[in-house]
């Protein structure tokens, strides 16, 4: 019961730690890459909205 209690424990601190790495603020490089697609075609949208 002892190691039963003692592995609920351990699992419940690993899944709240990864839980808080993966709420960092910092972002990785494929997130920053994504953004700066996605405010590239932004702005090719607008100035094709432009041209018309």
Not at 7 to 12: C, K, L, P, S, T
Not at 23 to 46: L, R, W, Y
């Amino acid at each position: 019961m002892k190691k039963l209690v003692s592995a609920f424990i351990f699992a419940n601190v690993l899944v709240l730690g990864a839980g808080v790495a993966g709420c960092a603020e910092e972002k990785g490089p494929m997130e920053k890459m994504g953004e700066s697609i996605d405010e590239g075609v932004e702005e090719v949208q607008d100035e094709i909205d432009d041209a018309t």
